[in-house]
T-cell receptor, first 111, second 115 residues
């Protein structure tokens, strides 16, 4: 019943490199959000992009949204070891306020 | 603000026992969500409340699961009787509904192990 599928499932990079994670979804959305989850912790909201927006920036994060392709990407620039976590995309549909989460990307940033 | 508070953080119980998980949302938030997270199924929404009223419980797996929100500052998720397949991390989140765009704030979760 997951709305989003993330790609890749796992990503390992060197500190300082950029990390790109992709999310594809099946139905129309009102907005798409990205969350981070550190091991053993709850999810932390990173950024929200609305369906009428194409790109959004927040610090080292850049999110794009292509509603025609039903896809979004999250770019983390100049990665740090502290960015090691799982990253989830999540969307809301129609008039519902439910968040439907993707399966997540596990990011490992090697020092 | 202390954020969303969940208790207990860890729970180990035996099959057949009743389990009660607790959540205190962020003050002023009017929506509350319970999720279950497993490796196999990822994050699943179990139920969500708005203004203390259950809006959608279609994700509740079966009658053994029940959730209540007696007031704006407290919610419980109960499993009775518990089974080994209920082992998971249970996450509670709260938000403030605003014009259709909302961010959910998550608690640290309760890690449940049913033996």
């Amino acid at each position: 019943s997951q709305q989003g599928e993330e790609d890749p499932q796992a990503l390992s990079i060197q500190e300082g490199e950029n990390a790109t994670m992709n999310c594809s979804y099946k139905t129309s959305i009102n907005n798409l959000q990205w969350y981070r989850q550190n091991s053993g912790r709850g999810l932390v909201h990173l950024i929200l992009i609305r369906s009428n927006e194409r790109e959004k920036h927040s610090g080292r994060l850049r999110v794009t949204l292509d509603t025609s392709k039903k896809s979004s990407s999250l770019l983390i620039t100049a990665s740090r070891a502290a960015d090691t976590a799982s990253y989830f995309c999540a969307g809301t549909m129609d008039s519902s306020y439910k968040l439907i989460f993707g399966s997540g990307t596990r990011l490992l940033v090697r020092p | 603000d202390a954020g969303v508070i969940q208790s207990p953080r860890h729970e180990v119980t035996e099959m057949g026992q009743e389990v009660t998980l607790r959540c205190k949302p962020i003050s002023g938030h009017n929506s509350l969500f319970w999720y279950r997270q497993t490796m196999m199924r990822g994050l699943e929404l179990l139920i969500y409340f708005n203004n203390n009223v259950p809006i959608d419980d279609s994700g509740m797996p079966e009658d053994r699961f029940s959730a209540k929100m007696p007031n704006a500052s407290f919610s419980t998720l109960k499993i009775q009787p518990s089974e080994p397949r209920d082992s998971a991390v249970y996450l509670c989140a709260s938000s403030l509904r605003l014009a259709g765009w909302e961010t959910q704030y998550f608690g640290p979760g309760t890690r449940l192990l049913v033996l």
